[in-house]
């Protein structure tokens, strides 16, 4: 099995197509069968049946298609010889290959390679289980690995092998870290930076492009005030509390909550709320402090229509527009040689998600958008906007230094008990009925304290999810904590016993997730 930590865009696929090759070699020598092409297996290919077939007849008539393409591909991989490679999504690992030799997972950080539906299964750990069940080779490409991938690279589990410098030798951008607090105190209200529009400025004359990023991935509403930067974090679990409607700050993890403060506890200022702005109000900012300036904008209003992205996208590469506003969707993997700007608006905004992830979130997606500017010939730079420079998450992407951002963050995490240092089993229940629900968690966290006499875990919660009601159905979680796997799917599979004897659960839904995203 390999760990490759890689450069983003074009470079990323050179080096893996290389190594592909050679382990294609070694896995399918002369003599063997060969191929005779490749299939993708797309999931637009599914997703469009929804938008181009409304009526019935129309769905039936592509649902044949459907299977009809399906069975074209089963057919070709069955050992006919037609074909030896397969493109998709994380549904394509169950690709029915009879001589599989290699798996190529790239951007292998992502969490949408966690299946958010039963069975909640990971890309990651169902190719390395296939691979060592087939004898086949596994290939994990990132510029920004996940902390499970590296901390089993240190473990010895992986080989890791890296590049250090981009294809064509650029050097990195040039990164600027802009307090916020400060251009705060000097009077300064716009969410941009005076050394962002100076720069902006110097783009525009010089037919240049920027790219502003806001990062609101992951947003649930985590209180911080202006002045200090100060966030209203849990006492108890290391992660911010999110804003309810009721007026209340709760922790999701452990259940913990208090009132909503509007003085800043830490230096007594009223300047501390919720982070407001997005993309179509930096779109109005930017046209009027650059009224000759061409702006796009890139999120989920200006991408409903159908080959919207691509009109978007080809728009900007062919230099009809000096400047793209957008969400994370604009910093994942795009290549356009003439952006040499890139700005970073409000990247606390995923930094203190309620999410004991959030840390790594942040240095993913900083990193990703830095590394947008500066691609072709010229110099880039790029400016983060932040109301925590300290903090190691945007200093090391600042800084471009995963080894350090690593380090940090593997401590925060044996610290607190998150994995990979440790491992979380999370139950999720949901049901109708808001008071049985609420007697039902009772039950079983008393029964889980008991369940797990033997192992040595600890058991938190119940409390809310993100979202508290869903098509008028309540849900609650409670986290399992332990150091060793095996003591979570013990107690995981006591605790189902529990459930199936106990009619009092049949009106509740009850779903296990090892590790959750």
Not at 122 to 138: D, K
Not at 331 to 347: S, W
Not at 439 to 444: M, N
Request: charged share 30%; net charge neutral; glycine share 6%.
């Amino acid at each position: 099995m390999w760990k490759l930590k890689l450069p983003e865009g074009k470079d990323r696929w050179i080096f893996l197509l290389t190594v592909g090759v050679i382990l294609c070699i070694l896995a399918f020598p002369v003599g063997s069968k060969s191929s005779r092409g490749t299939l993708p297996l797309s999931r637009m290919e599914a997703e469009n049946v929804t938008a181009s077939a409304p009526g019935s007849q129309d769905a039936a008539a592509y649902e044949q298609k459907l299977e009809k393409r399906v069975r074209e591909i089963l057919r070709g991989v069955s050992g006919v010889g037609e074909v030896d490679v397969m493109i998709g999504p994380r549904s394509a690992l169950f690709t029915p290959f009879p001589n599989l030799g290699l798996i190529v997972i790239d951007e292998e950080h992502e969490p949408t390679y966690k299946s958010e539906q039963t069975p909640r299964y990971h890309a990651r750990e169902t190719a390395l289980r296939r691979a060592q069940t087939e004898g086949a080779s596994v290939v994990l490409g990132s510029a920004t690995p996940s902390m499970e991938a590296m901390y089993r690279a240190k473990n010895g589990e992986y080989v890791l092998m890296e590049m250090k410098n981009r294809s064509k030798m650029q050097d990195p951008a040039e990164v600027y870290t802009v307090d916020m607090r400060k251009e705060l105190k000097n009077g300064n209200r716009s969410i941009l930076s005076e050394q962002l529009q100076r720069l902006m400025k110097e783009r525009l004359e010089k037919k240049e492009q920027t790219m502003l990023f806001l990062n609101r991935r992951g947003y649930s509403g985590f209180v911080s005030c202006r002045e200090c930067g100060h966030v209203i974090k849990c006492p108890h679990c290391d992660v911010s509390l999110s804003v309810h409607r009721d007026g209340k700050m709760r922790c999701h993890y452990c259940g913990y909550e208090q009132t909503r403060v509007k003085i800043c506890p830490e230096c007594g200022s009223d300047h501390i709320g919720e982070f407001r702005a997005g993309t179509q109000q930096i779109e109005e900012i930017v046209k009027t402090v650059f009224p000759q300036a061409r702006v796009l904008r890139m999120d989920m209003d200006t991408t409903r229509q159908k080959d919207s992205h691509e009109k978007i996208l080809s728009a900007f590469a062919n230099e009809e527009a000096d400047v793209l506003v957008g969400t994370q969707m604009i910093v994942k993997g795009h290549d356009f040689p003439n952006v040499t700007l890139v700005g970073i608006l409000a990247a606390d905004m995923s930094l203190y998600t309620d999410d004991y992830r959030s840390g790594e979130r942040t240095f993913q997606l900083l990193t990703q958008a830095v590394g947008r500017a500066g691609r072709g010939d010229k110099k880039g730079e790029a400016v983060i906007q932040t109301y925590s420079p300290d903090h190691y998450a945007i200093a090391t992407s600042a800084a471009q230094d995963y080894e350090a951002f690593y380090e940090e963050e593997i401590r925060y995490r044996t610290m607190m008990g998150y994995p990979p240092a440790e491992n979380l089993l999370a139950v999720f229940i949901s049901s109708a009925d808001e008071a049985l629900l609420e007697t039902g968690c009772r039950y079983l966290k008393e029964y889980m304290i008991k369940a797990k006499k033997d192992i040595e875990a600890s058991v938190i919660g119940p409390a809310s999810p993100g979202i508290e009601k869903i098509n008028d159905v309540y849900r609650k979680v409670i986290y399992v904590k332990t150091a060793d796997y095996h003591d979570l799917v013990v107690l995981k599979d006591r605790t189902e016993k529990y459930i199936e004897i106990n009619s009092g659960f049949d009106k509740m839904r009850i779903q296990f997730d090892f590790n959750p995203m």
